[in-house]
């Protein structure tokens, strides 16, 4: 008589339906879709019952997904100890992770623009109580950009170094995709060299504003 198969656990019967759903995914933003839960369930051949368990709004899937592809980027610890240096180490590291999953990425901002409508039109339109739409919530470049910035606190006042920082925000994220790919049709290499370049001249221009207020200081006593 044939033996019984061994069942799986639980748990990890939920990893790999998790792992299935992630996966087909992670295939179907690549393709340029735009999946909802439910739409994933059919194509992962999974229960919409246990699509939705995991991922109860779109909102979740799509900031779940985004996640699991910038895991490495999250838990990236730089090597370098000079602000310049971290800055281009990370741009190096994070890029061609961000093309990889180019499509997961751009869903995540056509998300956030769709929530930016979506909740303006119920602001204006919202009777008192009302409570907004969940919004995609992505705010890992803050802690990044801290990070890489860390060196220059002893070097920059805090005003300005938070100037860098947000300025950088617009060098290190998926948003160029849209100006540089799609307005100016660069490729990978050239979007890569281009915000490599833009970073330096933010850190110049950090530099020399620095020299420039404690020449004025100096100026001022004399």
Do not use: C
């Not at 198969?5 to 990893?15: A, E, F, G, R, S």
């Not at 890029?95 to 623009?113: D, I, V």
């Not at 929530?115 to 339109?125: G, I, T």
């Amino acid at each position: 008589m044939e033996r019984d198969k061994p069942v799986m656990p639980l748990t990890q019967l939920k990893k790999r339906k998790y792992k299935v759903l992630i996966q087909h995914a992670l295939r179907m933003f690549e393709e340029g879709a735009f999946p909802s839960v439910t739409e994933l369930a059919l194509e992962a051949e999974v229960s919409r019952a246990t699509a939705y368990r995991y991922f109860p709004t779109q909102s979740a899937l799509i900031s779940t997904v985004v996640d699991e592809i910038l895991k490495p980027i999250i838990a990236w610890e730089p090597e370098q100890t000079d602000a310049e240096d971290r800055v281009d180490e990370l741009l190096k590291f994070a890029y061609p992770q961000m093309f990889k999953h180019e499509g997961a990425l751009r869903a995540a901002l056509l998300l956030s623009l769709q929530q930016w409508a979506e909740n303006r039109s119920q602001e204006m339109n919202a009777k008192p109580g009302v409570v907004v739409n969940e919004k995609l919530i992505r705010g890992h470049r803050k802690q990044i950009l801290s990070l890489v910035t860390e060196p220059l606190k002893d070097r920059l006042s805090a005003e300005l170094r938070e100037k860098v920082i947000h300025s950088l925000s617009l060098v290190y994220g998926s948003e160029v995709f849209m100006v540089f790919k799609d307005i100016w049709q660069l490729d990978n290499d050239e979007v890569q060299s281009i915000t490599q370049w833009m970073a330096k001249a933010i850190l110049n221009q950090a530099k020399a504003d620095t020299a420039a207020d404690a020449e004025n200081r100096v100026n001022k006593k004399g």
